[in-house]
């Protein structure tokens, strides 16, 4: 069964400061990899996901990720953090079928001014 | 246009009743999955429709829970005798499809309390 790791509870970052979120994954097939937001009282947004082809994804809100194989590992960036981007982000695996999705547990991010 | 609903929006229960929590996917959404996100452990899988397909059940952790989707729309999760380890808020997401492509549209929750 596919699972997600994300080692980080808690991140600050200074606004305008670049962000780097961590997520492992385990596989044994090719991956579909997802990453979603939840700002305070709403639903998820889905940021990105992939499924194939380049390894650097690009998603709203000036988010990117990149997939390594080799570190089984999809970390979310974005090079100028703003106050608006304080949320949950959540990393998902989804299965072959890509019939459900299995979501780390999250990491939290707090922006500093 | 209009996306997933949920309703409540809030539940307080009494340990022991049972209740029912609403889901309406975005019309024509042929998939609806059920999910709990409980404080501090990200979202967990309970269930999953897909047309008129068994149900995966996969997900559900106790016989104490069910749900069922009516006319291929709305879906309704019920949890019998409920217990405070249910605290927890429900996620409802739909997805036009199974095709790989198709986003999951997650509504905005319900929050469980259980007393």
């Known amino acids: 069964a596919q699972s997600v790791t994300q080692p980080d509870i808690h991140i600050t970052v200074s606004e305008g400061a670049s962000l780097e979120l961590r997520c492992n994954y385990s596989y044994g097939a090719t991956p579909y990899l997802f990453w979603y937001v939840q700002s305070p009282g709403q639903g998820l947004q889905l940021l990105l996901k992939?499924?194939?082809?380049?390894?650097l994804v690009q998603g709203i809100k000036g988010f990117e990720a990149e997939f390594k194989r080799s570190q089984s590992s999809f970390n979310l960036r974005k090079p100028s953090v703003h106050w608006s981007d304080a949320a949950e982000y959540f990393c998902a695996v989804a299965d072959s079928g890509y019939s459900t999705l299995t979501f780390g547990k999250g990491t939290m991010l707090l922006v500093s001014p | 246009g209009a996306g997933v609903s949920q309703s409540p929006s809030n539940k307080v229960t009494e340990k022991g009743k049972d209740v029912e929590l609403r889901c309406d996917p975005i019309s024509g959404h042929t998939a609806l999955y059920w999910y709990r996100q409980s404080l501090g452990q990200g979202l967990e899988f309970l269930i999953y429709?897909?047309?008129?397909?068994?149900?995966?059940k996969s997900g559900l952790p106790s016989d104490r829970f069910s749900a069922e989707r009516t006319g291929g729309s709305v879906s309704t999760l019920t949890i019998q005798r409920t217990q405070q380890e249910d605290s927890a808020v429900y996620l409802c997401?739909?997805?036009?499809?199974?095709?790989?492509?198709?986003?999951?549209?997650f509504g905005p929750g319900t929050r469980l309390t259980v007393t």
């Open positions: 997401a739909s997805r036009l499809g199974p095709g790989l492509g198709e986003e999951q549209y």
């Open positions: 429709f897909q047309g008129n397909s068994a149900p995966d």
């Open positions: 992939y499924f194939s082809g380049d390894t």
